[in-house]
């Protein structure tokens, strides 16, 4: 074999070896910035409409009442509500925590939060900020929020552990956040409550409060911190099927 032939293959064989690491690479559909963090091993659901369903029938059964004084929402809270949506919880909590407090809408719909703004807009809530998050971060302020409302979105996040590991910085001393979801698979649009418990407890939270409240079509939840926040590398997954210790 000549010298020059000889090159020609070792400079092939480097460009097809070179060329299948890129194509690996491409099929890593993660965010650089989550690949820290484990994999969900479970599945994820596809993000639903921004409506969840009519305002009318979720004020009929007493929905956002109920769950804000489950949550001990209060006049000057500072509040964020995370998968804002058209701003059901948004425009209702603005009015719970009064001229004082604050609430800051969050979602990673740029179209959902630019009709929000003009709702906020129309509908002069002073007291409301809107923010466009990422998939696996919030992008919240640290040390700014007594409570997080996360209303039948948390079973779309297709990178909760990074996800609610990155939040929970920003809650203050005390501070909690509010899972609202419905017992079934994750690939049904819900998630079951002790699959939920066990991520959180994963990524460092306590369970504080569960409510099963069937007039409403879903369950209640509220965590704390505990400790300090795991390495991203010593989460432990928890699977659908699986019981956490």
């Not at 569960?210 to 699977?239: L, N, Q």
């Amino acid at each position: 074999m000549s010298i020059k032939l000889s090159i020609l293959l070792a400079a092939t064989a480097l460009l097809l070896a070179t060329t299948a690491c890129k194509q690996v690479a491409k099929q890593d559909d993660r965010p650089e910035t989550s690949q820290e963090f484990p994999r969900a091993d479970r599945a994820v659901s596809q993000t639903g409409d921004t409506e969840f369903s009519t305002e009318a029938a979720r004020d009929e059964a007493g929905e956002a009442t109920k769950l804000m004084n489950w949550a001990a929402i209060e006049p000057g809270m500072t509040v964020a509500d995370i998968g804002a949506g058209e701003g059901y919880y948004t425009v209702r909590l603005a009015e719970r925590v009064g001229v004082k407090g604050r609430v800051l809408a969050q979602d990673i719909n740029r179209g959902a939060l630019d009709r929000l703004g003009e709702r906020i807009s129309r509908e002069r809530l002073d007291n409301v900020a809107i923010k466009e998050g990422g998939i696996d971060d919030p992008r919240l302020p640290a040390n700014s929020f007594d409570r997080i409302f996360m209303v039948h979105m948390y079973h779309e996040v297709t990178e909760p552990y990074a996800f609610i590991w990155r939040l929970r910085s920003a809650l203050n001393a005390g501070g909690q956040v509010i899972v609202v979801d419905r017992d079934r698979a994750t690939k049904r649009h819900g998630i079951p409550p002790k699959l939920l418990f066990c991520e959180f407890d994963a990524v460092g939270y306590r369970l504080v409060e569960f409510a099963e409240r069937p007039e409403v079509g879903a369950y209640f939840a509220r965590f704390e911190r505990k400790g300090k926040a795991p390495a991203p590398a010593a989460i432990k997954t928890c699977k659908e099927t699986a019981k956490r210790s």
